[in-house]
């Protein structure tokens, strides 16, 4: 009878192992969801939560390697990982940031709030009521510290360090539309009730300007509003003409105005000197889809080049040093900014979300959150540009002091993305010299070995002790031998079979496998743990690997340490019941 309870309970714990290590695969899979939304503390949440405190526990590999790289504790600082969340209780319609990138407001339709960008702190909030809709119930920096909010019919000025309404305005046409990039760091311009109101730093209205008065016609809709120092530019169609007003910030003086007969809406781009103009519609008699792009000088209105191009309608206009970049939704041109030269094009399977100028070169985000780069000669997607390439489609994107905050579509958070470096990694400014490990390869000699599929084999080495031999399979999977056994002692899955390396390492008191690029740390069990880029050697106890841009050491986390890290990322946070729910994190 004891006998039998033995093996029953036997049973019962074998049963329940196993169930414990299939409900930590299921929350390793849905880290890898959270991570692709960007969601990196949920997804920490969700592997800790299955990790015991110390090895005593049997633990599952995979959710441990994941943990590692959710962390990203061996970060160079030149990817971008998801570092913070700024969420809403529902659906974010969409989002702006403050002229010097400190603050960024959100929307949910119902609920507006700003928080402070570098620290993640709520630090202003405006609830709505029921009855508003989406059209009426919004705001929009004044400044970097000053609020339009339009609310049930008013308009009214406040600060984030107050919540009261310093100042009305008897703007109470729902059709508004506020561009909060149209705002410098100490006034902004609206286009309300059909009017351009500039506003300054203490929500006084500093000048009143009516195009379609201006411009002698019924009526004017906008088009585009840009900023630029102490220089305003709008732009407006009515159903036959386009209209575009470069004006001062701070007094409405015309600074230069121009007009022409198209049915068409104006892109505008400003400079110190110049002011670039991308008229897109039906821009002469064939009606047919074109955009006409001048450059024009500010101080005398002469234009200095045009040059014309087919089916494009232009979302937006960058500049730099040398080269002018225009984008529509799918394709990208770029210009010599002194003649107008055209120097390329070049075309996209998804929509362009956003783009940014960096390191001489425009930076664009794609809709499926995949990022190209391209110059006046090249064109290429960055794979490399994240730790975690997003999963979801993005509704909206901005790049803020070298970070990028993504929406993505149907969320209730915006994403802030930072080149990250690992707590404890170190940049090495010299060249490491180190040795391939030399090997011989031995498929001969693993041929006869159960659980081996010789026509799968590609590589077969021993490690630098030539205690183990590596398997490197076709199929994406590699196999552990223990030489002396002459046994399989480990099956793990990879990326690719190309491996060069087998060598144990007194940093982390183990073996490193590794190919050219990537490098996986294994634990006792021969389980892999942590997976890196190359591993090259150790020094004083530390790693040394190349990052995507330079040579980096960092010390190996212990089992013990690596949780006690994601314990004090966690904090006391705990995700909400919907995210529990949605994610099985019962």
């Known amino acids: 009878m004891l006998i039998k309870i033995s093996r029953q309970n036997q049973l019962i714990e074998s049963q329940y192992a196993e169930l414990t290590d299939r409900f930590a695969g299921t929350m390793a899979l849905a880290a890898d969801k959270l991570m692709g939304e960007g969601r990196r503390m949920d997804a920490i949440y969700a592997l800790r939560s299955v990790l015991p405190d110390n ?82 119930f919004y705001a929009g920096f004044v400044g970097n510290d000053g609020l339009i909010v339009f609310e049930g019919g008013e308009a009214y000025y406040t600060t984030l360090k107050k919540d009261e309404k310093l100042v009305e305005y008897d703007w109470d046409d729902p059709s508004y539309y506020l561009f909060s990039e149209a705002s ?28 379609a008065k201006y411009y002698k016609t019924d009526k004017v809709y906008i088009s585009d509003a840009e900023v630029y120092g102490d220089m305003f530019a709008m732009t407006f169609t009515d159903e036959d003409s386009y209209y575009v007003y470069v004006g001062d910030i701070h007094t409405g003086e015309k600074i230069i105005s121009l007009f022409d007969y198209a049915l068409a809406e104006a892109t505008v781009e400003l400079t110190e000197d110049y002011i670039y103009i991308a008229v897109s519609g039906y821009t002469d008699d064939s009606f047919n889809l074109s955009t006409e792009f001048y450059k024009i000088d500010i101080t ?49 399977s998804e929509i362009i979300d956003s783009c940014w100028l960096c390191d001489n070169c425009l930076y664009y985000l794609l809709a499926d959150g995949s990022v190209h780069i391209c110059d006046y000669q090249s064109n290429y997607e960055n794979y490399d540009f994240y730790t975690f390439a997003p999963t979801e489609f993005i509704a909206q994107s901005q790049y803020v002091n070298g970070e990028l905050l993504i929406l993505f579509s149907m969320s209730n958070d915006v994403i802030r993305y930072s080149m990250e470096k690992g707590p404890d990694v170190k940049i090495l400014n010299e060249e490491v010299d180190y040795d391939y490990q030399d090997y011989e390869m031995v498929v001969d000699e ?91 050697t150790e020094k004083k106890d530390n790693l040394i690997m190349y990052a995507y841009l330079s040579y980096i050491k960092a010390p190996f986390y212990s089992y013990e340490e690596i949780i006690a890290m994601a314990d004090e990322y966690l904090g006391d946070y705990e995700p909400d019941e919907a995210t529990k729910l949605k994610y099985n994190m019962q």
Not at 85 to 108: K, Q, R, T
Request: with cysteine; charged share 25%; glycine share 6%.
């Open 446 to 536: 693993v041929s006869d070995i159960e659980g081996v599929n010789i026509g799968l084999v590609e590589n077969a080495f021993y490690s630098d002790d030539e205690k183990y031999i590596l398997v490197a399979n076709s199929n994406r999977t590699v196999q552990i031998i223990d030489s002396d056994k002459e046994e399989v002692i480990s099956n793990l899955e990879v990326e690719n079979a190309d491996f060069i390396s087998f060598e144990y390492y007194d940093t982390t008191e183990g073996y490193i496998i590794g190919t050219y690029y990537e490098s996986y740390i294994l634990d006792d069990n021969f389980d892999i743990i942590c997976e890196t880029t190359k591993v090259y």
């Open 300 to 348: 005398n209105g002469t234009t200095m080049w045009i040059q014309k191009m087919d089916a494009f309608m232009t979302h937006d206009i960058m500049i730099d040093e040398d080269y002018v970049y225009i984008y529509d939704m799918y394709s990208v041109y770029v210009f010599e900014k002194k003649y107008g030269t055209k120097e390329n094009s070049f075309n996209t």
């Open 184 to 211: 410098s760091d100490d006034a902004a311009v609206v286009f309300a009730n059909d009017v351009i109101h500039g506003v300054g730093e203490d929500g006084e209205i500093l000048f009143e300007i009516d195009p």
């Open 55 to 136: 090895t005593d526990t049997p633990y599952n590999p995979d959710v441990l390697r994941r943990l590692y790289s959710c962390l990203n504790v061996y970060g160079g600082g030149d990817q971008y990982a998801p570092v913070m969340a700024y969420g809403m209780d529902s659906m974010i319609s969409g989002f702006s940031v403050s002229p010097n990138g400190e603050y960024l407001l959100i929307n949910d339709n119902l609920k507006i709030c700003v928080y402070e960008i570098e620290s993640g702190d709520l630090i202003w909030t405006k609830e709505g009521n029921d009855k508003y809709s989406f059209d009426i």
